[in-house]
């Protein structure tokens, strides 16, 4: 039996299960612009119709409704070179998680530095040299210190994390 690539109308037009194939995944697609932020959408250029459609979802709490919606969506998208959306929906996933994944490494630190201390401070003063030490052990000091209040050391500790990512976001790449 033949793939269903191969069984195409003599005119050389794409199979039927190919147009239904392309058909869902626009409109998978349109689903996922349905989650995104207006203002992501705005700097997606989509297209006035499709834009119209797309916040018009945002907008249906009927079940039915929604769905209906997303066919149409689905629908306008049909008509429109979908690669530089999907692009775009790619580069944002990427950078989402590269964000993710700085913000798991500042707060490995910052945990390392109020569990560890000095140890670990004489380590990130050999990874980043032009911290400030005496600052950062103040704020350690203040984090861990017992005499302190619990507003004030959750304070502190939150300025611990802000000056490691500014440290960290001032080193060359």
Known sequence: MQDDEEMQEFDGRP??????????AAQELGTKLIDLKESDLRALDLGEKLLDAILLAK???????????????????????????EAALNAKSRATAMDAEKHKR?????????TEGPVALDELMKCCPQGDRKSLQAL??????????????????????????????????
């Open 59 to 85: 907008r249906i709490t009927a079940r039915g409704g929604l769905a209906r919606q997303r066919q149409y969506i689905g629908k306008l998208m049909r008509d429109i070179d979908t690669a530089p959306i």
């Open 15 to 24: 199979s039927k299960s190919a147009r239904k194939r392309d058909a869902t």
């Open 106 to 114: 500042l707060e490995a630190w910052r945990l390392r530095l109020l």
């Open 140 to 173: 350690i000091n203040k984090a861990t210190g017992a005499k302190v209040d619990s507003g004030s050391r959750d304070t502190a500790s939150r300025e611990l994390f802000r000056t490691l990512r500014g440290l960290f976001d001032s080193i060359p790449r």
